[in-house]
């Protein structure tokens, strides 16, 4: 899967400096946890917070707390696993494990707080003074018992340039089947605590351009979890503009993994993570699917599988200036029974993995199956590009967001949801004027529209751009629906 190309010097030189400023500090984490299936009580879990450090730097303990309401709330202090685990740009993944027994059922946030969050982080207020905060929900529950969070299959990229678009995909799922979504979040300094004057990537001057010439844009796909930035401005962390691989500009971004089932929301993980922008040393490499067409993808890479039958489709990656080139699938799919398979072989300069793959009945569902390929180049440049499938159900779903919800009562659909451009209200009670209102991830009211009338009104969205919205309908004073809203 490796072919050799061109040295990446100014890339790696460029890396470099990056390295030599994350000193001890920490740049991404996360917290996992499982319900212990060997344990003879249900409430026993067991968790491992993952934290990424620069390579090198020994941390031999973290201390966690676990979310048990009253004076009393435990903290617990435990030693790492192992020395850390290189993933590439110079840095390491150190992992903690820990168990433990919670007193009775319940939603518990489990959390880790340190100081040493990355210095000169250009889209948050003096983040060298900011502490590094991440937290888990976990629904404690003898009814969910063997049930652990999302695994987290593609570790964070941390690599960008200046006005070349870049796509991250945790290549998350859930080993018990359960749905997932995906929101953006403000990253926190402490529990409930936003770090200050945290700004969306994409609004940090000066602004970068979209590849097609456009406003720059900062986008998570709700459903298959894949982040875009198109793309980087040229902010330099000390207040400059990126000219030379040796500057850098260094952003924070965290997004929150749920978990679903049957419609009810029993988990969360949040990743916390930081993105390094820098002068490109050559031009955008290459990353493109090659017959994703004729497989039977639509424009969102999504394509509906029928079991029993086979499908197959190519990705081709090149990079024209580097070390060493591979492309690594990844995804569920590869871990079932029956699993996929990838074959790699040189096209022409390329690097093409071909994927074919042959669900089974029992694999039906109502959420997708995600495949995210990631092309390397070197140790430094990374970029994904992301593919679902549906086996056995029709494109789109609604399982992914809470399509309806009752209130008071009363139950108002609203439909389709995934949504493209417009939506319906429907059961809405009563004949007077119904206010809809939208806000996104961050909690900023998006859309309100205060005066609709009639038994089915109409909602027009084409002017928001794609993302997952929280939704409330009232009239006059009454709440009579609240969900979630996928645009796509």
Not at 184 to 196: E, N, R
Not at 281 to 305: H, I, Q, S, T, Y
Request: hydrophobic share 35%.
């Amino acid at each position: 899967m490796t072919i050799s190309t061109r040295p990446l010097l100014v890339a790696l030189l460029g890396l470099l400096s990056v390295v030599e400023c994350l000193g001890s500090h920490l740049v991404a984490g996360e917290i996992s946890y499982r319900q212990d299936a060997g344990s003879t009580n249900p409430f026993t879990y067991d968790f491992t917070l993952t934290l990424y450090l620069a390579q090198g730097v020994d941390k031999p303990d973290a201390t966690l707390n676990i979310g048990v309401d009253g004076g009393n709330n435990p903290l617990q202090v435990v030693n790492r696993d192992r020395v850390g685990t290189p993933i590439g740009n110079g840095l390491q993944a150190v992992s903690y494990t820990f168990k433990y027994t919670y007193p009775g059922p319940g939603t518990y946030i489990v959390s880790f707080t340190e100081e040493n969050r990355s210095p000169s982080i250009v889209n948050m207020f003096q983040s060298a003074n900011t502490a590094f905060h991440i937290e888990s929900r976990v629904t404690v529950s003898a009814a969910l018992r063997g049930n652990g969070s999302p695994r987290l299959l593609n570790p964070p990229i941390f690599r960008a340039f200046a006005g070349q678009k870049v796509c991250i995909n945790p290549a998350a799922y859930d080993a018990e089947g359960d749905s997932l979504s995906y929101r953006l979040v403000t990253p926190l300094a402490k529990s409930g605590s936003a770090v200050s004057a945290y700004m969306s990537p994409n609004q940090v001057t000066p602004r970068g351009t979209s590849e097609s010439g456009g406003e720059p844009t900062f986008t998570l796909n709700a459903l298959t979890g894949e982040l875009c930035w198109d793309s980087p401005g040229g902010r330099k962390r000390d207040g400059g503009v990126i000219s030379t691989p040796d500057d850098f500009g260094q952003y924070a971004v965290a997004f929150a993994v749920e978990e679903w089932r049957k419609g009810v929301k029993i988990g969360s993980t949040v990743r916390d993570f930081a993105i390094f922008v820098t002068a490109p040393g050559a031009p955008k490499p290459e990353l493109r699917a090659e017959n994703a067409a004729g497989a039977g993808f639509d424009a969102d890479r999504l394509v509906r599988a029928e079991p029993g039958r086979p499908f197959t489709f190519s990705v081709l990656y090149k990079a024209s200036d580097a070390t060493r080139d591979s492309l690594r699938p990844v995804g569920e799919t590869f871990l079932l029974a029956r699993r996929a398979s990838a074959t790699t072989a040189d096209s022409a300069g390329f690097v093409k993995v071909t994927y074919t793959w042959t669900p089974t009945a029992a694999e039906r569902r109502g959420h997708p199956y995600v495949i995210v390929f990631r092309g390397e180049s070197g140790d430094a440049l990374r970029n994904d590009l992301t593919f679902g499938v549906f086996v056995g159900t029709d494109i789109p779903v609604g399982q992914v967001t809470a399509t309806e919800d009752e209130v008071d009562g009363q139950k108002v659909r609203l439909f389709p949801n995934p949504a493209r451009n417009r939506v319906r209200l429907a059961g809405v009670p009563g004949t007077g004027a119904v206010c809809f209102r939208l806000t996104d991830a961050l909690g900023r009211e998006v859309y309100a529209s205060p005066n609709l009338r009639g038994t089915t009104p109409e909602v027009d969205l084409a002017a928001l751009p794609n993302g997952l919205y929280a939704y409330t309908i009232t009239t006059g004073q009454r709440l009579v629906g609240k969900g979630r809203l996928l645009k796509r």
